[in-house]
């Protein structure tokens, strides 16, 4: 298997999470990952991004080659778009379709989702209704790993074990939240 | 069992040196080192191994802590970003005089792209100029495996080694095997030439004389190094020498099948036996650097040499970080067309925290200067230099760790009235202290605001060595003391903070305002912490 993912979002929307939890499930699985991620000024608020490959064989760069990458996941739209170069010609884009407006400028919405819509791979999804139905709104991210499990050829019960281990000290309503969000965005369609 | 881990190369690193028996960790926080020193205060085990592993209020104070640690024959590793190097040359360029005792690492964390940085120098020229070994690893895996390999050649030929990281590696994680159980540290042993350490110029005159002597050694272990490797090639049309992670991204563009002759250079000085070699069976020489052109101007020369590829001869972008495709299309492999941007992105640059004390000063702040007139805010390295973008337009300079306060005096002397300078508290105990003992001395009419927000902010909530000492400290200076000045941050308290900013300012005399309220992400984690 090899599946090269980038994470986008906005400074706080936790995609880092996404990139933690399948990084767990790979060293537990034996396949090889590198995760790339910029910390520094602290990006609160603005554009962020992670690279995160895994392949059972080793992998070389820590950053994913422009116009190879299997999958852009991102939780907002336009910072979907702003990666679209890295997707290779079969690759898909997932992206949750609220936009997140902090900027005085933002594009029109609808304008952005078409052109989203108009790739040859894409999945946009609510993933803010689906958090609200897995019992916890902040699962956004955990509904969007969900999708990007049918992609990546790993048996999606043990990314719910990661899930688990992930969420235990928080406590079991939490945990369960957790698992219905990863099942609700892997059976979005 | 030797076991697997998930690591950053700034930790895999960290756990390399706790591994190969480091006595102490010594740095100052900066992207993209910060994480190494952060892993060993939240490592048990090197909590159970008394490692040292407290801040430095600078990277001088740390290399210097570090050659101190080496005297004593123990393995010590002082961390910093790129720019923290030039805070800590005097006792850098030195080490490489007195020796070391103890291994002695520096570890430098450069930012090509400058991520979060001022400038993408290149610290190989450091290690270069300082006459010394510097490896630079390419996985994480090799991080790991630096220290113990490292610190047993400082030992043997008595010299501190350069340890270089770039962003890409000292911030992307990967799977890799380390030990199970550390070596012991050093048993205390101080240098058998007991003078070794003075450097009188009588001293230091056959120190530097010996370290000369040692640069043909260091070649060679450059020639052997486990880090360095010659794969040869069929097709000699190109030889191709890639440096530090600059190897990853030419075997990602190869798919790990290089039908052309590689050195892969991790450990300098450059091993010119290798790389003559290179020279005489290719036609071509393609130089991947992670980078400044270090090697490929060595190669080059001052008038140039059509031989010689990369940066410098455009075949690899002049600026920035290297990537898989910028290595594709220098070695004319296939590469994707990639589509146009869209039209609809926007930029969504970084910007202060909703709730941050910064922002609070800088209102007040920039209010009082417009009311006043002619004034000008100097700023300086921390989340509050993005003061300089809208909404707040407000810092007009901003160079270097401490600089404000010296800025500001520099211009209040060539006539500038008002001369502000905001500096944050541990950017104060950093270098700032010494600028304000100047501005002291002259009693000079500027006023330097001290964003006191109990932490080290922008690099994620550090100590500060500042915390509950600035007032002490500014007294003690000389300050005296109905014009240092504390105020709150708070929306409500906008207009009487208008007002110690307008005395302040217009007393012809050094003032200094303490804008002290704590950053609000240190405090949502304390809140949140509390909870549990």
């Not at chain 1, 304008?111 to 894409?122: F, T, Y």
């Not at chain 2, 020229?125 to 895996?141: D, R, W």
């Not at chain 2, 921390?382 to 300079?397: D, H």
Request: aromatic share 6%.
């Amino acid at each position: 298997m090899k599946c090269d993912i980038v994470l986008a979002g906005v400074g706080g929307q936790g995609i880092l999470t996404i990139a933690a939890i399948l990084g767990k499930v790979a060293v537990a699985e034996k396949i090889h990952v590198k995760q790339s991620e910029i910390h520094g000024m602290s990006q609160r608020g603005g554009s962020v991004f992670a690279h995160l490959r895994l392949s059972d064989k080793p992998i070389f760069a820590d950053q994913i080659t422009a116009g190879a990458a299997d999958l852009v996941v991102a939780m907002e739209p336009m910072e979907a778009m702003r990666h679209r170069a890295n997707l290779s010609a079969t690759g898909t884009l997932i992206t949750d379709q609220t936009p997140l407006v902090n900027i005085n400028d933002y594009p029109e919405l609808p304008k952005l989702l078409d052109e989203i819509r108009a790739l040859p791979h894409s999945l946009l999804l609510d993933t803010t209704a689906l958090a609200k139905e897995s019992g916890n709104p902040r699962n956004t991210n955990i509904v969007l790993l969900g999708a990007i499990a049918n992609f990546i050829g790993l048996d999606p019960a043990i990314i719910e074990k990661a899930i688990a281990a992930h969420f235990a000290s928080k406590g079991q309503a939490v945990v369960d939240a957790a698992i219905k969000a990863f099942q609700l965005g892997k059976d979005a369609r | 069992m030797p076991t697997t881990k998930l690591l950053l190369g700034d930790e895999a690193y960290a756990q390399g040196a706790i591994d190969a028996g480091v006595t102490g960790c010594y740095a100052y926080p900066g992207t993209p080192s910060t994480e190494i020193m952060e892993y060993f205060q939240g490592s048990k085990q090197a909590a159970e191994l008394g490692i040292h592993r407290q801040w430095s209020c600078n990277e001088k104070a740390a290399v210097e802590e570090a050659i101190g640690t080496s005297f004593m024959g123990r393995r010590a590793i002082a961390c910093m970003k790129h720019v923290g190097l030039n805070a800590s040359a005097d006792g850098f360029m030195n080490s490489a005089i007195t020796g070391a005792n103890g291994g002695l690492l520096i570890t430098v964390a450069d930012d090509p792209s400058m991520h979060s940085s001022q400038n993408e120098q290149d610290s190989r020229f450091y290690g270069k100029f300082a006459m010394i070994p510097v490896i630079e690893p390419s996985t994480q895996q090799e991080a790991y495996e630096v220290p113990a390999y490292a610190f047993e050649l400082s030992e043997k030929y008595e010299t501190p080694v350069m340890i270089r990281f770039t962003t890409r590696l000292s911030h992307s994680r990967a799977d890799v095997v380390v030990a199970d159980a550390p070596r012991p540290q050093n048993a205390i042993k101080t240098p058998s030439n007991p003078k070794k350490f003075v450097l009188l110029p009588a001293i230091a005159k056959k120190n530097y004389d010996a370290h000369v002597a040692k640069q043909g050694t260091f070649c060679q272990l450059s020639e052997e190094s486990p880090f360095n490797k010659y794969t040869d090639g069929a097709d000699k049309s190109l030889g191709i020498i890639a440096c530090g992670i600059g190897y990853n991204y030419l075997m990602e563009a190869y798919d790990g099948k290089c039908n052309h002759p590689v050195l892969k250079l991790s450990q300098y000085p450059m091993p010119r036996k290798q790389v003559a070699k290179m020279l005489a069976e290719c036609e071509k020489i393609l130089v991947i650097e992670e980078g400044m052109p270090v090697i490929e101007e060595m190669l080059r020369g001052p008038f140039g040499n059509e031989k010689i590829l990369g940066r410098l001869s455009g075949a690899l972008p002049r600026v920035g970080e290297l990537n898989a495709r910028a290595v594709q299309l220098a070695c004319n492999l296939p590469a994707p067309e990639l589509p146009a941007p869209s039209d609809n992105l926007r930029a969504r640059p970084p910007r202060l925290c909703d709730g941050c004390p910064h922002a609070d000063t800088y209102r007040a702040l920039t209010e009082t200067c417009q009311k006043l007139g002619d004034a000008k805010i100097f700023g300086d390295i921390g989340c509050y230099t993005l003061g300089a973008l809208p909404p707040f337009n407000a810092i007009t300079a901003c160079v270097d760790m401490g600089a404000s306060i010296t800025l500001a005096k520099g211009a209040s002397d060539a006539g500038l009235s008002y001369a502000v300078a905001v500096i944050g508290d541990s950017t104060f105990t950093h270098s700032g202290m010494t600028g304000l003992l100047d501005a002291v001395w002259e009693n000079a009419p500027i006023t330097v605001v001290i964003l006191d927000n109990l932490t080290v902010g922008m690099t994620g909530g550090q100590d500060s060595a500042a915390l509950g000492r600035i007032e002490d400290i500014v007294h003690g200076m000389g300050v005296p003391s109905e014009h240092i000045r504390i105020i709150t941050p708070l929306p409500n308290k906008h207009d009487e903070n208008m007002a110690v900013f307008e005395e302040e300012m217009k007393h012809r005399g050094i003032s200094v305002v303490i804008a002290r309220r704590e950053c609000i992400q240190t405090l949502r984690r304390k809140t949140a912490a509390a909870k549990k």
